[in-house]
């Protein structure tokens, strides 16, 4: 029966007396474990922010954007012809019944001003209805009401990139703010939303009704069209009904023949979502799977020193045989020495492995997550690979036979 504590314990022995080294055959082991673990902690935090950031834009998002003018043969860009209206949104709002909530949008960049000081931001026209399309929550004060819009009254609602920027420390909350030189109260503080996946930053705009944004900012050369609208369906499972329903609807109420051309887009942005996560994913086991090819040069490396100490213990192994230890019994005294250098290796690689990707989060600013199922894997992969390059140097010194091993000098 094979002893396997005495193997380990003749194991860790051979392997102190060249102590140089088995510490230079571990260090392969150890830059492939550390750059397993650094890679996919970078993936790993780079795909939990664009998904942060995606969800931040709000949940089963339909955007419904207005259609392209033709002007004597020329195609003009999607979103050229105000073909959308407020009528539209309330009609998708009771009609369509796979949609949760609408908010229709219209927006321009204006100068904001607090007392001394100035901001240029986004400001858009909606409805209260876009807290829910957009899953935002308000920090302080309160929402604008659907009262405010049909009455145009001038209040809003501040980012806080905009608070930041006009008010320092002051409670924003009921204060006035002049938009455009029109004095608008600031109802409330919309809470931190944060940069969308492209490198928008949400937090810096202010809501107003749209129906204020219509009669007192901007204008309109044609009353009650809006930009855009944001549409939320009830459900992920719903958005392929809703888009349907959305579609039929407007092409009823825009009067679009089955011949004709659609004068509105629906874009479901969810699918760029999942799209977007996807890739993350792709990139991180990407990432690992060139960190891991170290792990493979690592194993080379083992199992050439590994040939090497068979070669210089050849006489050792005639003697051990000559007194009785069997095949496995030599076999496994070299699996378990290629297996120790690969564990000791691999534990050593996971606290550089840990400690780089905290560097590289504090020097590069880079977000990164070390997850437990990272650390296993790299750990597990080391050991593997130390028993697959390990087996043929074990094999080979099984296979010697013990009279010319008492022999070799």
Request: aromatic share 6%.
């Amino acid at each position: 029966m094979i002893n396997i504590p005495s193997t380990f314990r003749i194991s860790f022995r051979a392997l102190r007396v060249n102590k140089m080294r088995s510490a230079l055959t571990m260090l392969g082991i150890v830059i492939g474990v550390a750059a397993v673990i650094a890679m996919l902690s970078v993936g790993t935090g780079a795909s939990t922010q664009i998904s942060e950031q995606i969800s931040s834009m709000g949940s089963n998002l339909i955007m419904v954007l207005p259609g392209a003018t033709t002007a004597g043969g020329v195609r003009m860009g999607m979103g050229s012809q105000p073909t959308l209206t407020l009528g539209d949104a309330e009609a998708i709002q009771k009609e369509s019944s796979a949609v949760a909530d609408v908010a229709p949008v219209i927006s321009e960049v204006a100068q904001v001003v607090y007392g001394n000081q100035n901001w240029s931001t986004g400001v858009v026209g909606t409805t209260p209805s876009m807290i829910n399309v957009r899953d935002w929550h308000l920090s302080s004060g309160r929402p604008f009401t659907d009262q405010d819009v049909k009455n145009a009254i001038k209040v809003c609602l501040l980012g806080q990139t905009v608070v930041d920027n006009l008010f320092g420390d002051v409670n924003p909350v009921g204060q006035i703010i002049r938009i455009k030189k029109i004095p608008f109260t600031v109802a409330g503080v919309l809470a931190v939303k944060g940069q969308s996946p492209n490198g928008q930053d949400q937090d810096d705009t202010i809501f107003v009704p749209v129906t204020t944004a219509q009669k007192r900012l901007f204008g309109t050369t044609f009353p009650g069209m809006v930009r855009i609208l944001m549409v939320k369906a009830k459900s992920t499972e719903n958005l392929p009904a809703a888009e349907k329903q959305i579609t039929e609807l407007l092409k009823q109420r825009h009067h679009i023949g089955p011949k004709q051309e659609d004068d509105f887009t629906v874009r479901n942005l969810t699918q760029f979502m999942q799209a977007a996560e996807q890739s993350t994913r792709v990139m991180t086991l990407l990432l690992g799977s060139i960190a891991s090819v170290s792990l493979i040069v690592g194993g080379i490396g083992i199992m050439n020193i590994m040939l090497v100490s068979v070669t210089e213990r050849t006489r050792e192994i005639g003697i051990r045989m000559a007194v009785g230890a069997k095949t496995w019994d030599i076999r496994l005294q070299f699996i378990i020495e290629a297996l120790t250098l690969s564990l000791i290796g691999g534990a050593v690689g996971i606290a550089a492995g840990v400690s780089s990707s905290k560097a590289v989060a504090m020097l590069a600013g880079w977000p990164t997550i070390v997850s437990p199922f990272s650390i296993l894997i790299a750990f597990g992969f080391s050991g593997l690979v130390g028993i697959f390059f390990g087996f043929y140097p074990a094999y080979k010194a099984s296979l010697l036979n013990p009279i010319d091993a008492l022999r070799y000098e």
